[in-house]
């Protein structure tokens, strides 16, 4: 594995784990700590090792947000030519592989929208978040005025993001729907890893599909979207994940998945 500065990598079997690992800045989104990120996920994407992901910050943060320190005193043409923000997510967007956030701490801005990226986010008891964009004089931009709105709904959404202060606890974050689960701090990044291991557990192609498929309820009409899910669900029969999965269960077994 390359040598990172800001980030942790580990591997327990087939999951992979990344944590923010920037604690005097509150793990806030700097370049280069997005470019590690970035450079992880697609390392982690690649390897037919790992079957799922988990991102975590620390108990105190995931992210504090983009690094506001950096980025306070650059100018439109500088974040349009680079695509600012937009180079943040790409990689995480297209990742194939499922990524579970361990939300523990502040996860405000930037962080919040970190966490939206991922598939699941798992929660901390004293996780909060937040879009406190509005009170630096500019809105959410990667993702917030989206992902959190299709999360959490228009009310909610707008509160948050126009009062830039009105938060979320863990169990708010529960009961609006923006995460699936709460768990004691301590305990949090353990139970991501055996979520992630049971989804890694299972055939990395149906996996992918079914992400893949979840996806598209994001981007399409109902009758498009139950099409492509149609068309993925037939072409899982020519996989022999698919011809073991229900041999398996004929023969009242376990499957034994190859990712094949
Ligand atoms: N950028 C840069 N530095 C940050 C930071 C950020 N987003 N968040 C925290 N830090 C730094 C602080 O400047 C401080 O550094 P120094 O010790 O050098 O002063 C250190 O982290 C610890 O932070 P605090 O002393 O502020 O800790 P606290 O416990 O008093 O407060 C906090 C914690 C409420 C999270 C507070 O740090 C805070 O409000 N942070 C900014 C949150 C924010 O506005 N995020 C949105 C950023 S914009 C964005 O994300 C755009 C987007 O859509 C992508």
């Known amino acids: ?37 970035n450079d992880a ?48 997510t790409a990689q995480i967007s297209q990742m194939r592989k499922p990524i579970i956030a361990a939300v523990n701490g502040y996860a405000l801005g930037g962080g919040c929208e970190l966490a939206m990226m991922c598939d699941i986010i798992y929660a901390g008891e004293k996780a909060v978040f937040g879009q406190p964009e509005i009170t630096l004089g500019v809105i959410p931009g990667a993702g917030g005025t989206q992902r959190l709105t299709h999360a959490v709904g228009k009310s909610k959404a707008m509160e948050m993001i126009l009062t830039g202060t009105v938060n979320l606890t863990a169990a708010e974050a529960l009961s609006s729907g923006l995460v699936s689960a709460v768990f004691p701090p301590d305990k949090l990044v353990d139970e991501a890893i055996k979520t992630a291991a049971k989804i890694a557990a299972k055939g990395a192609v149906s996996v992918q599909m079914a992400k893949e498929a979840i996806n598209q309820a994001f981007e399409l009409s109902l009758s498009s979207g139950l099409h492509f899910e149609r068309r993925l669900f037939q072409s899982g029969f020519a996989t022999k994940d698919q011809k073991e999965g229900m041999a398996a269960f004929a023969e009242k077994r376990k499957p034994n998945f190859t990712n094949e």
């Open 41 to 88: 996920l697609a390392r982690f994407d690649g390897d037919d090792a790992i079957g799922a992901v988990v991102l975590t910050g620390s108990e105190r943060a995931f992210a504090a947000g983009a690094d506001i320190k950096e980025m306070k005193d650059t100018q439109f043409i500088d974040n349009y030519k680079a695509n600012f923000l937009g180079h943040w």
């Open 1 to 37: 594995a390359p040598a990172y500065g800001m980030i942790k990598t580990e591997t327990q079997g087939r999951v992979a784990v990344i944590t923010l690992n920037r604690p005097k800045a509150l793990n806030a989104l700097c370049s280069e700590l997005f470019h590690e990120i």
